[in-house]
């Protein structure tokens, strides 16, 4: 079970790393606006992370 989670948060930091290499710090509050919503169940928050990263990734297309 440890192994799994290791696993989990080595995989969550390394996807966090790449958003910050690709869009900068506004990917970064964007990933973690929507992590955090996700997490506490905030609609709200969470769908400002998605709409700010799907924005990011409209404008680098």
Sequence with gaps: MPLIALAVAAL???F?????W????MGII?????SIG???KNTMIS???AVILV???AQSG
Excluded at 16 to 20: A, K, S
Excluded at 22 to 25: I, L, N, R, S, T
Excluded at 30 to 34: P, S
């Design 12 to 14: 969550a930091v390394g």
């Design 16 to 20: 966090e790393q790449l958003i910050q």
């Design 22 to 25: 690709e869009y900068g710090p």
């Design 30 to 34: 964007a990933f973690v606006a929507l």
């Design 38 to 40: 996700l997490k506490a």
């Design 47 to 49: 769908g400002i992370g």
């Design 55 to 57: 924005m990011l990734l």
